[in-house]
Structure formats: C-alpha cells, structure tokens
Nanobody
Framework: QVQLEESGGGLVQTGDSLLVSCVASGLTFSSYAMGWFRQAPGKEREFVAA??????YYADSVKGRFTIYRDNAKNTVYLQMKSLKPEDTAVYYC????????????????WGQGTQVTVSS
C-alpha cells in the first residue's frame, strides 16, 4: 500500500521561508516522479513543482522562490519555499506517478493528505 505523508506546513508572514516534506512508503521511491500541488479555497488544484530522477520543473508563479529536491535514501521529497506571499496560501499536496514528469494532477496516481500553508500579510 502506497502512502504519502506531508508535514511542515504552518502560519508564516509575508517574506518568510518554510520547508514542507513528504515521506513516501510502499513504492520504489527513486523510480517515481514526485510533484507538489496546491489548492486554495474555491480554486482548482494547481501544479507547483515536480522532480524526476534528474530534472526539476516549476510553475512560473514559484520559479526562483521555491526549490524541490529529494532524498531517495529517506524516501522523502521536499519543497523549500522562500519569499512567501499571501497568494501562496493553500493546502499543499505531494503526489507520485511513474517515471515521467507531468503537470496535470490527473496524471498522478498517489496523493498525500495535504498540509496547510498560510501566509499572512
């Protein structure tokens, strides 16, 4: 059984940094593409970042502020967020799929329960 569990969300102020993590179990983690998505109230779930074995990908809205990286020895994917803005407020989800990168949440097979990130102005 595949499980993804996010942690590290919280309440921060504009301009602050925050690191969210996602620990995976039940899959060959190093072989999977992992993504971070977010969903704000009343909005659709949107792509934030993804990482494959050797490449990273970002939404334009977070490029230069967020960094995705992984530690295959720990079965963990991270999202380092800097220069946070109120519009970054959302529930952040990690997700896993096969080897190749995709931006659509519909292309991901496994999901965590999400972690809330709130950025106050």
């Amino acid at each position: 059984q595949v499980q993804l569990e996010e942690s590290g969300g919280g309440l921060v102020q504009t301009g602050d940094s925050l690191l969210v993590s996602c620990v995976a179990s039940g899959l060959t983690f190093s072989s999977y593409a992992m993504g971070w998505f977010r969903q704000a109230p009343g909005k659709e779930r949107e792509f934030v970042a993804a990482i494959t074995r050797s490449n990273t990908y970002y939404a334009d809205s977070v490029k230069g502020r967020f960094t995705i990286y992984r530690d295959n020895a720990k079965n963990t994917v991270y999202l380092q967020m800097k220069s946070l803005k109120p519009e970054d407020t959302a529930v952040y989800y990690c997700a896993g799929r096969g080897s190749y990168y995709r931006r659509s949440p519909n292309e991901y097979d496994y999901w965590g329960q999400g972690t809330q990130v709130t950025v106050s102005s």
